[in-house]
């Protein structure tokens, strides 16, 4: 059963920490992706890979960092630095080989919290 | 301006019209257009894409898209209770390979 899972579902950290974020595909995608999500707005994003071992800076990068070691894992690390990390984060991956390339399939998403 | 710009909602149509939402975009050089649908508190799911000029036809879905007029929209069919929800328009960069920007989304609201 192909797809992407995200974990935790929910995550709660204390001011100062970092945490970090999972994300595992199994759809043998080349290209996945980070996105923040705050109520009511549409999706930022934050970093992108297109390839293992390298990735980009989206609109929003500062404060969070990310590692691309494998093609199915792309974990993303929010740091202590980011001041209002409390939102909904959404991962996703592409092929863009497909004919429909660039289509995006997300997961289900972290809804992480600052107390 | 923002790259990528929707209709502002919330948007309410009585079951069984047509729901149109629009959205533009400011790169002239996108070549890839996409419609996802977001439930409350779930994750947004493909409704369709579009990569040329004119109409595309899914179901009860209807993309369309005037690059020159840097326009895309999406026309509901017969709009049922089941299709409330944020609907958001992304857009792929025509410069930074692999880069998509999204829209603020439109909720509708279908009365029954």
């Known amino acids: 059963d192909g797809g992407i899972t995200q974990s935790p579902k929910y995550l709660f950290r204390k001011e100062g920490q970092n945490v970090t974020l999972s994300c595992e595909q199994n759809?043998?995608?080349?290209?996945m992706y980070w996105y923040r999500q705050d109520p009511g707005q549409g999706l930022r994003l934050i970093y992108y890979s297109q390839i293992v071992n390298d990735f980009q800076k989206g609109d929003i990068a500062e404060g969070y960092s990310v590692s691309r070691e494998k093609k199915e894992s792309f974990p993303l690390t929010v740091t202590s630095a980011q001041k209002n990390p409390t939102a909904f984060y959404l991962c996703?991956?592409?092929?863009?080989?497909?004919?429909?390339?660039?289509?995006?399939?997300f997961g289900p998403g972290t809804r992480l919290t600052v107390l | 301006q923002k790259e990528v710009e929707q209709n502002s909602g919330p948007l309410s149509v009585p079951e069984g019209a047509i729901a149109s939402l629009n959205c533009t975009y400011s790169?002239?050089?996108?070549?890839?257009f996409f419609w996802y649908r977001q439930y409350s508190g779930k994750s947004p799911e493909l409704i369709m894409s579009?990569?040329?000029?004119g109409d595309k036809e899914d179901g009860r879905f209807t993309a369309q898209l005037n690059k020159a007029s840097q326009y895309v929209s999406l026309l509901i069919r017969d709009s049922q209770p089941s299709d409330s929800a944020t609907y958001l328009c992304?857009?792929?960069?025509?410069?930074?390979?692999?880069?998509?920007?999204f829209g603020d989304g439109t909720t509708l609201t279908v009365k029954p």
């Open positions: 790169d002239r050089g996108s070549q890839s």
């Open positions: 992304a857009v792929l960069s025509g410069t930074n390979a692999g880069k998509s920007t």
């Open positions: 996703a991956s592409s092929d863009p080989r497909r004919e429909d390339t660039d289509t995006q399939y």
């Open positions: 579009i990569y040329s000029n």
């Open positions: 759809l043998n995608h080349d290209a």
